[in-house]
């Protein structure tokens, strides 16, 4: 009986740990979004995080209005954050990483919000080249 219980403890530890890596740890995609920064503040009740917004600009026009779309994402590195700030109203390409779940000190939860569900966070600003908008 020892045995069995056991074993039926240590499955259900390894299952509660795959499911809490799988949808909170493990990436889910990562790529690179590039459009105007519109707005960037800290905010949060207990954890404080930098949440951010992006307008990407449709029809792979730069400068146009038409079929444009929100990015919402989440910074959790303060350098990075540092120079978000000083990019408000210009033209930026970010990379981020998107997870499955929410962890409430990653960011905020922008499910409602962007076209693709889960947790986006940016790790890395690069560079735009011929940014002639």
């Not at 259900?12 to 740990?17: D, F, K, Q, R």
């Not at 000083?86 to 779940?101: A, D, E, F, P, S």
């Not at 966070?121 to 940014?131: G, H, L, M, P």
Request: aromatic content about 16%.
């Amino acid at each position: 009986m020892r045995k069995v219980t056991f074993i039926s403890i240590l499955v259900i530890l390894l299952l509660g740990t795959g499911y809490v890596y799988w949808f909170y740890y493990n990436p889910y995609s990562e790529g690179s979004r590039e459009g105007v920064l519109q707005k960037f503040s800290r905010k949060g009740n207990v954890f404080k995080t930098y949440e951010g917004e992006m307008i990407q600009l449709g029809f792979g026009q730069r400068g146009a209005a038409i079929n444009s779309q929100y990015y919402y994402f989440s910074v959790d590195d303060p350098q990075i954050a540092d120079s978000l700030e000083n990019c408000l109203g210009k033209i930026v390409r970010l990379h981020y990483i998107q997870y499955r779940k929410t962890l409430p000190w990653r960011g905020e939860n922008y499910n409602k919000q962007n076209a693709e569900k889960g947790q986006y966070v940016v790790d890395r600003i690069e560079k735009v080249e011929n940014a002639i908008y």
